[in-house]
């Protein structure tokens, strides 16, 4: 048991890896966020197995999933909405405004999806953990001044989010897990966050 929880924790200190710049840009309590989820180029995978293809992730809804590419708008607008109420329940950190502010911000956190792997409903329903059958992303997540500089990158590797909540025994279909994968993935890089501090 505990071989095992040292794998674990060498596993989860590999999902997030600092690329440039310093994560005290995250610690502005005081500061103002736009935020972008970039889904645009993201690539379809199966990371679990570390799989890769060039199919991307839009291409692959409309041949597969056509109700949920017609709907993709929503499940975007839920993504962004559970990141930002997550991230701004944090304390000491710069506070998400909604698209439509008139709020000047100081930053854009840009979340960049390069692979993407959609999870599993059965797995999220019959697993053991609460992340579970989750949403799998390989991609980036970035902080940019207002000029639009970057002045921080993170990399995200593999991070697994979560698919399911006890508490509302929700169905984990796919726009639920999406919505989670990003609650969680707010939780998760603020803590990375606080422990380059």
Known sequence: MALLAL???G???????LKSGS?????????KAALTIDFSKAKMADLSKKELTETL???HLKANDSYTFEH???HADECHEFFSERWNDEKGAPKIVDEDSDDATDMT????FDYIDFGSTAASLWGWSKKAGGVI??????FADASGQSVCEVSVNDYRGQSNRGIDMKMPTFGRRMALF????????????KKQK
């Open 182 to 193: 990003h609650k969680s993935l707010a939780k998760d890089i603020f803590n990375f966050a």
């Open 109 to 112: 956190i840009t979340i960049k």
């Open 137 to 142: 992303m390989r991609g980036t997540v970035t």
């Open 72 to 74: 993709w708008k929503e």
């Open 57 to 59: 992730m839009m291409d």
């Open 7 to 9: 794998m674990t924790v």
């Open 11 to 17: 596993v989860a200190a590999q999902e997030f890896e």
């Open 23 to 31: 994560l005290q840009t995250v610690l502005q309590k005081d500061k």
